[in-house]
């Protein structure tokens, strides 16, 4: 007896020994072919305990995963980065373009900063995309994509059903809310946006100027929280009508990582409808380098290398183009949201406000407010605060221009205690231009 249950028990720590080493390890590859075949055979039962509330949000998520790649193709490399899955998609078969041509890459078209005068504060460190740094995933694939390809982020049931509805997957936050307030609607009173439980709260600065989109570059950190980011706002029209062109850094660990990931975001009224990166048919990207959603690899650190990168918007020739820039001499065109996505509305004509600073949500009461920024005042400065600088705006609709130097008005939406921002203007800016310091350590009453 005793003899039996020692064997019995052996045996069960041998098919332990087994089994625990698989699911310790790296997800299992999952090739797209397999992936897709999984996503069609999918039903609501198997995903009745992930967070989508109903049968019907869960049909509508997986229609929306189909329609996604019902034209890409075949996929001839994936890759996994940070334990997300990207492929290596078809620039001629991607969803945004739904068969339509490409834009010609307009090469020279960014503007350059407006000339400044005296040392800067502190220097920059460039961060380059991890797609550019000859790494290899887990299973040995290497992390970049072919010419002539895309990276794009995996669209799964995984990700979709870690929300209750698609509207709520494709929505800046789970809360609804978006853009920071602008100046006409502090003061008429406006507190917060959508329909939010939990509102937004800021530390920014606006500008109300006809633009044709800008440009800074953004100090990276990864703070800790709910929602947390640094980005960059080109705003058009208002009420129901307002439309976005967003861009920058986001924490937003329920939609992609607990590590800041490089995002865009546009809306073409007022925060209804709109997505993230590739995740709905918006953009169009032309830039194997940059795989929107990633995280990077490094991250800037209190009291060393201040890391970043350049990012412009520019509306050019009928499109709002996409300029990224980490240690290369040369900007790289990523891509465009098509002006036809904004139904004939402000954005297809020009900005009327930039904005550039920090947001934050949680999503329930229990939870505290995130860190923004680096989770330091910006009376620590460089070094230890977070911060923007090269803010400029695109003044016209032209190739090659230069930019003029934002004049920023600061807006702090929440307690002083929990975050805060301090502008500089160019006048002031010394080689940053126009700058900023921005963030604090949120906390339970903000
Ligand atoms: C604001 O930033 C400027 C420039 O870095 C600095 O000289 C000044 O002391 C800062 N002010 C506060 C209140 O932190």
Known sequence: MFTNSFIFLLGLFALALQIIPRVASAPLQVPFDQFLATVKAANFHQWRHSTVDSEASFNQMKAHILDMYSGVGSVKHSFVHDGRYADCIDIHRQPSLAGRPLATAPVAALNQPPT???????????????????????????????????????????????????AGFFAKSTTGAGQALSGRELEGGLESRGPSAQPHLYAYGFQQITNFGGHSWLNLWSPVGDFSLSQQWYVGGSGASLQTAEGGWVVYPQHFSTQAVLFIFWTPDDYTTGCYNLECKAFVQISNKWNLGGTFDQYSVTGDGQRGFDLQYKLFQGNWWLFLRGSSANYDAVGYYPGSIYNKGQLTKNAELVEYGGEVTRFTTADVWPQMGSGMFPSKGYSQAAFQNTIYYNPRDESDGVGVWSFLTKVVVGSHSCWDINITESAQGGGWGTFFFFGGPGGNTC
């Open 116 to 166: 400044s005068q005296g040392g800067p504060e502190g220097p920059k460190v460039p961060i380059d995309s991890p797609l550019t740094q000859n790494l290899v995933d887990p299973f040995g694939n290497s992390i970049s994509c072919p010419d002539g390809t895309i990276p794009f982020a995996r669209l799964t049931l995984e990700r979709l059903t870690a929300f209750p509805t698609l």
